[in-house]
């Protein structure tokens, strides 16, 4: 059956032409390339915070947690502990099978395992930009530090480790989902952390920004230390992806310099496909596996990598 979706628009506020799609029962077997879809596998529109389904109360549980413990101290704690990169050794394909154990309480779009995420993703991209290989293996890794949750990276809890993230040192932007959580965070009240540049200067570059901990800074990581040869746009996407209050509602951009501003319009296209390809359509692993190991050699120096 091939029906018609209007799209007025997308999340970017572009004009979208209506899109011809074949349908089969659970399949949307696309005409052309990935079209967004009207909702999400609950039947609800994507990062849809407060509407009652049954993920909400779960998810707004998370945040108040999120928001209450990740402070500056916290964070720098973390990243001063997880940079030594002494957990584990082992190469990327062994991550991703870790993560068919993982499901993100923070997500009000997927309860499925993260492994099943990580190919949607790539796999929607693929479809898409054929020729941008970093772009298909950076969709396959940019979720691969949550493997923090597991006992051997020291189980932390999902509030370390998924959920949107936020800068800490200046000003919580009223942006970020659920805002009001920050009202228990011990840097609210604090003068040095709750101005609009806090710690930073006008345009330092993120880079030089602290980020809330989890698994995007972890990853990037990961990735930089073990000396990938993925481009900057890539390392940007993987550390930032969860930077929703930067990258989709605009918000500290004084922070910013211009190469970040160069990699957002990578990471705007990557999130396209990061959020709505989660649906419970599955993957045939076995199938693709072959062409993302060929990726991860050509990007990775070693087979093992340091976590
Ligand atoms: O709940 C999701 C999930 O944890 C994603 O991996 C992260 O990138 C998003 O920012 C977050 O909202
Ligand atoms: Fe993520
Ligand atoms: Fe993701």
């Given at each position: 059956m091939t029906i018609l979706i209007e799209q007025a628009h997308d999340h970017f506020g572009n004009d979208v032409e209506e899109k011809k799609a074949d349908i089969n029962e659970k399949e949307l077997v696309l005409d052309g390339g990935f079209v967004i879809p009207h909702s999400n596998s609950f039947g609800h529109s994507f990062r849809?915070?407060?509407?009652?389904?049954?993920r909400q109360e779960g998810v707004e549980n998370f945040y108040r947690k999120n928001h209450t413990y990740q402070c500056y101290d916290f964070v720098k704690k973390m990243r001063e502990e997880y940079g030594k990169l002494n957990r584990a050794e082992m190469s990327i394909w062994e991550c991703c099978e870790l993560l068919n154990e993982v499901v993100d309480e923070?997500?009000?779009?997927l309860d499925e395992p993260q492994m099943e995420h990580l190919l949607q993703t790539a796999e929607a991209i693929r479809k898409d930009y054929p020729n941008q290989d970093w772009l298909h293996l950076t969709g396959l890794i940019?979720?691969?530090?949550?493997?923090?949750?597991l006992p051997s990276f020291g189980g932390l809890p999902q509030w370390a480790v998924v959920g949107d993230i936020f800068p800490v040192g200046c000003r919580f932007d009223?942006?970020?989902?659920?805002?009001?959580?920050?009202?228990?965070?011990?840097?609210?009240?604090?003068p040095a952390f709750n101005t609009k540049y806090g710690i930073y200067s006008e345009?330092?570059?993120?880079?030089?920004v602290m980020m809330s901990w989890g698994h995007d800074d972890y990853m990037y990581l990961v990735a930089k230390e073990n000396k990938t040869t993925l481009p900057s746009a890539a390392l940007f996407i993987i550390r930032y992806h969860s930077f929703y209050a930067m990258h989709?509602?605009?918000?500290?951009?004084?922070?910013?310099n211009d190469e970040d501003v160069e990699n957002l319009k990578w990471l705007h296209i990557f999130n396209k496909y990061d959020l709505y390809?989660?649906?419970?359509v599955r993957i045939d692993v076995e199938k693709v596996k072959p062409y993302y190991l060929s990726l991860i050699e050509k990007y990775f120096p070693t087979a093992k990598l340091r976590w």
């Open positions: 849809n915070y407060d509407v009652e389904s049954e923070s997500d009000p779009d940019h979720d691969l530090g949550k493997v923090l949750l009223e942006s970020n989902v659920h805002y009001k959580y920050f009202k228990e965070n011990p840097d609210y009240n604090n345009n330092c570059g993120l880079n030089n989709r509602e605009g918000a500290y951009k004084h922070l910013m390809s989660k649906s419970k």
